[in-house]
């Protein structure tokens, strides 16, 4: 307890960062994702191909490895902090996971409606955004929920960069006070702050939906 | 009935989760505190007949892994081979030296735990370390300084004094703690590693790094483009560590020390080790001159 009110400040600075980069992450990868999502299923050949390589890539490669690449590497053409190349690297990789779980979802639609729409004169991205989408990501939620859980907690990361985040504050904190166990307990219970909300308000929406359905 | 039988299938089921829980709660706080009020830590190793030293695996002089041999290789290694060979002629009993690798953030609770049994990793002696671990006598001399790029402007730590400066250290170490109040405008960033500290460098996302010299030296040797600037600003001793209240152990262990510098073997490990570091007088670091 001594320890909390002592650092408190520094848990906190370390927590504010953590939400923040959750928050650009998880919209960033909610569009990009839903972005390659549908180039996967669009019925030209180039798309489908980009599309693919993109999810391959980031899908297959361990989180770490993309941020230390833009810490180190793209740092040097593009001036950029540890907090910002730990955020560009959790985007992109949370974005290949969220692809996938939206085409399954895209998948799972009937073609037909699609067809339907289009011969109703809608374009393409007409029938997606109205039609399609909304069933998809119905069906997605659950997944897309998991995806936003990890995400938070993948942010833990940014501790690598010297990102500020919470796990970063934490390290700091165990070492001053050499009181580890203690530091990452309190640690842990900040992330359940950000993660238990976000798990209860998807299984929230998935009642809701059901409910509509 | 079908009901009740599976509520109380699942009443049963949650009882002896929890208390499956409950006493394993119980035995492992138990077994923590075993492991810290009554092992002492010379009858340990005696009965086990090695010393588990914890080093430094990235830090070249000092303690380096070597990649090819999968064995750390450096200063303190080649006295922590010496000090146990030392420890076992005092004690009459065989011992032998074993390594564990070990980062400045998570040493202190490893010795804690009793993962390992003693330190000797670019330790400096701080009166708040000493509250909690205890040491040997100094065994190595050291002071925070700065690596900068060769055609860097930056001179010294108060150069640095001014938020467009950026301070690469290394978590746990002193330097976190010291630059502020050194440079107290200046950011300061902490790495997990050396290695991760210099490539952080490298890459421009600070303007210097500090840590002793002494592992400075080590990195510049590597890093021809970097050198050492300002002079050394803190003094940073070096000790060995073991568990508090370990008195048995530290004592043999300053004895050691005494009869390795007095006989001439801590002076043939500084000059195998610090002989061709540019910058550095290892004469310097001689122990009786």
């Known amino acids: 307890m001594t320890l909390l009110n002592h650092y408190f400040s520094v848990f906190l600075q370390g927590f504010g960062y953590t939400l923040l980069a959750s928050l650009i992450a998880l919209v960033g990868s909610l569009i990009l994702g839903t972005l390659f999502a549908i180039m996967q299923v669009t019925t030209s050949k180039v798309a ?66 699609m067809e339907g729409a289009r011969a109703n004169g809608l374009t393409f991205w007409q029938a997606m955004r109205v039609i399609v989408l909304p069933q998809a990501f ?50 842990a219970i900040f992330y359940l702050v950000i993660t238990l909300p976000l798990s209860y308000y998807v299984q929230y929406l998935e009642t809701q939906l059901k409910k509509k359905a | 009935m079908e009901k009740i039988r599976k509520r109380r299938f699942g009443i049963i089921a949650s009882l002896i989760l929890v208390l499956v829980l409950v006493l394993g709660v119980l035995w492992a706080s138990q077994t923590v505190k075993n492991n810290q009020t009554h092992q002492d830590t010379l009858a340990r190793v005696e009965k086990k007949g ?29 006295l922590a081979k010496a000090m146990t ?61 700065l690596l900068v790029q060769k055609d860097s402007n930056i001179q010294s730590i108060k150069d640095m004094n001014d938020p467009k400066y950026t301070v690469l250290v290394v978590v746990g170490t002193t330097a976190a703690q010291e630059t502020k109040k050194y440079a107290p405008k200046a950011k300061v960033i902490a790495l997990q590693d050396y290695a991760s500290a210099m490539q952080a460098l490298k890459s421009g996302q600070g303007q210097a790094l500090s840590t002793d010299n002494a592992i400075l030296y080590g990195l510049a040797t590597e890093n021809p483009d970097y050198h050492l600037v300002g002079g050394v600003f803190t003094k940073a001793p070096y000790g060995m560590a073991f568990d508090h209240n370990q008195k048995p152990m530290t004592k043999q262990a300053n004895q050691a020390l005494a009869t390795l510098q007095a006989d001439g073997t801590y002076n043939r490990l500084i000059e195998k080790w610090f002989k061709n570091v540019p910058g550095l007088d290892w004469h310097d670091l001689e122990v009786g001159k």
């Open chain 1, 48 to 113: 489908r191909t980009i599309g693919n390589i993109y999810v391959q890539v980031f899908r297959n490669i361990p989180l770490l490895i993309i941020t230390l690449f833009f810490y180190l590497a793209v740092a040097k053409v593009i001036k950029m902090t540890g907090f910002t190349a730990g955020t560009i690297a959790l985007m992109l990789y949370t974005s290949a996971f969220i692809a996938e779980s939206v085409r399954a979802g895209i998948l799972s639609i009937d073609p037909g409606q």
């Open chain 2, 50 to 78: 090695q010393i588990t030293w914890g080093v430094k695996a990235d830090t070249k002089l000092f303690g380096l892994m070597n990649t090819k041999t999968g064995q750390p290789a450096g200063f303190e290694i080649d």
């Open chain 2, 85 to 145: 060979a030392q420890i076992a002629k005092q004690t009459g009993k065989k011992l032998t030296a074993n390594f564990v690798p070990v980062t400045s953030a998570s040493r202190i609770q490893l010795l804690k735990n009793t993962n390992i049994d003693g330190l000797i990793s670019t330790m400096t002696i701080t009166p708040e370390r000493a509250k909690i671990v205890d040491f040997t006598n100094v065994y190595f001399n050291a002071g925070q300084s």
């Open chain 1, 138 to 187: 119905r069906v997605a939620i659950p997944s897309l929920g998991n995806q936003f859980i990890n995400l938070v907690k993948n942010s833990s990361i940014l501790a690598f960069v010297g990102g500020l985040d919470l796990m970063y504050q934490g390290n700091l904190v165990a070492a001053s006070s050499f009181d580890t166990f203690t530091t990452y307990i309190i640690i």
